[in-house]
């Protein structure tokens, strides 16, 4: 048999797909020639026909003629909140870097490019890029030129969104070996903007439009409020300290990533110095847990009309796993030390229905909810169904979690340390399942499916639809059946 290597696969992408089912134990060239070009094919389309300006969006109609993110979107709108641009574009550079592909090379560089045109003065992204001109003139985007005024011009950590693409531009420049001009200048903006953006006690606002206030108190630890206002007062709320939708954990995650691939210190200091807000946002006794976010005496505060000043069961149970990530980084135990009490709180807040509250009253630890009309209230009968007032109960696998990493050794800690450091790894997918995926593609290389498209109106007769997450996962087992299969003979 002849030995099959990469170059010779890519070399070989005209060769028919075979009807037959592949055999994982004798591969011919034939066999992965033709999941090569079906890879290709996919991966070709929706670079080519479901890219716009080289982003992406969540979902399209099957005849893309229709397509959303967190909203309807036209062809001159992307977005950069997952599964938009960043997470489309870091799938695409993982293929090539499994296979060799370059059209999926060719894909990264587009999405990365792309964000180069959606970043702001204030150095990161929002939630999309718009590239329609009398759109695009409303937003302060750094490719534009000099700052306009009025021009929105506020970077977010929010659900991701910045964060995503820095390890994109991070991975991507990386493969690259700083080459391009364009993203390595604007990765070099989005990093100096992360570390300016955080504020003295090493906590970070969900949003802003300038470097953080330096003159804020770095050492005061949270405490409680005497009294709080039981309406939503309003206000700028995304200039506070804030933990919602893992704010703070992805930013740790992605400042100790552009330190191991960059080799600067300034990004493990400003990962660690997070830490620290961690440590002393931390309420006292009765609940020892998070608030979802803290005002500039770290004192928890309203966020949005139904994110309430509270103790946050939500956002408490992710910190627990990130304060055990930082051991893992570090070594010191501090980062344990307020994990136990946490705990023992979550455990003994549980509801009846076995989940944990979003939000608990200040000090009387009652599960506070919101009626439909925004009433703060203790039933949970009248909830708004746009938010989880209610969160999984995770704490028996947090706890787990915590004893074994309590119990390792130096030896065992820095294995696994190691482990988490890198990035996706390759699976084994079986050739039935790349039979499977195979077997759904189009003619076109689009993965359709039943779906209907959430924020177009009600009466939209779409009822199939491309997702960019099936994309991404059903193009990554290919590549990874490639890259397990490539060097067999």
Not at 327 to 336: A, D, I
Not at 350 to 358: E, H, K, T
Not at 372 to 378: G, H, N
Not at 398 to 415: D, G, L, N
Request: proline content about 6%.
């Amino acid at each position: 048999m002849i030995p099959i290597n990469r170059r010779t696969v890519l070399k070989s992408l005209s060769l028919p797909f075979l009807g037959s089912s592949l055999n994982a134990d004798f591969l011919t060239n034939a066999d992965v020639s033709s999941v090569t070009e079906k890879l290709r094919q996919a991966v070709v389309f929706f670079a080519t026909k479901a890219a716009r300006h080289g982003g992406y969006v969540y979902q399209y109609s099957a005849d893309l003629s229709k397509s959303e993110g967190e909203g309807v979107t036209g062809p001159d709108t992307v977005w950069v909140q997952p599964p938009g641009t960043p997470a489309v574009g870091l799938a695409m550079l993982r293929i090539y870097q499994r296979t060799g592909l370059k059209e999926a090379l060719a894909a990264a560089i587009a999405a990365g490019e792309c964000l180069t045109k959606g970043q702001l003065h204030s150095g990161c992204w929002t939630d999309k890029i718009e590239f329609a001109a009398d759109t695009r003139k409303k937003v302060a985007y750094r490719a534009d030129g000099k700052l306009k005024p009025k021009a929105f011009n506020v970077s977010t950590f929010d659900d991701n969104k910045t964060q995503s693409a820095v390890e994109f531009l991070l991975y991507l420049n990386s493969e690259l070996k700083g080459e391009n001009q364009k993203i390595r200048e604007s990765l070099n903006i989005a990093l100096k903007s992360l570390v300016d953006a955080q504020f003295p006690n090493g906590g970070f606002a969900q949003g802003f439009s300038e470097p953080a206030d330096k003159t804020k108190p770095a050492a005061l630890s949270a405490s409680y409020p005497e009294s709080w206002p039981k309406e939503y007062p309003g206000g700028k709320y995304w200039f506070f300290y804030t933990f919602n939708d893992s704010n703070i954990d992805n930013l740790i995650k992605i400042l100790l990533l552009a330190e191991r691939i960059e080799h600067e210190e300034k990004y493990r200091a400003a990962a660690l110095k997070a830490g620290e807000f961690i440590l002393k946002s931390q309420l006292p006794d009765p609940q020892p847990a998070w608030a979802q976010q803290y005002d500039f005496q770290m004192k928890p505060v309203w966020a949005r009309k139904f994110e309430p000043p509270s103790i946050s069961g939500g956002e408490s149970q992710r910190i627990l796993t990130t304060l055990m990530d930082l051991y893992l980084e570090t070594g010191e135990k501090r980062y344990l030390q307020p994990i136990e009490p946490a705990l023992a709180w979550l455990e003994k807040s549980r509801l009846s229905d076995g989940r944990i509250a979003r939000f608990y009253e200040l000090k009387t630890n009652r599960p506070l909810y919101f009626t439909k009309k925004y009433e703060l209230t203790y039933n949970d009968s009248d909830l708004p169904t746009h938010y989880g007032f209610k969160v999984d109960d995770k704490t028996a696998s947090i706890r787990k979690r915590f004893e074994k990493v309590s119990a390792m050794s130096e030896r065992q800690r820095i294995k696994e340390r190691d482990s988490k450091r890198q990035p996706r790894g390759i699976s084994k997918p079986s050739a039935g399942e790349v039979e499977k995926i195979i077997a759904g593609l189009d003619a076109r290389g689009a993965w359709v499916e039943p779906g209907k498209l959430k924020y177009h109106p009600k009466d939209d007769p779409t009822r199939e639809v491309i997702r960019s997450e099936t994309f991404m996962k059903n193009a990554l087992i290919l590549a990874d059946w490639l890259a397990g299969n490539s060097t067999k003979s």
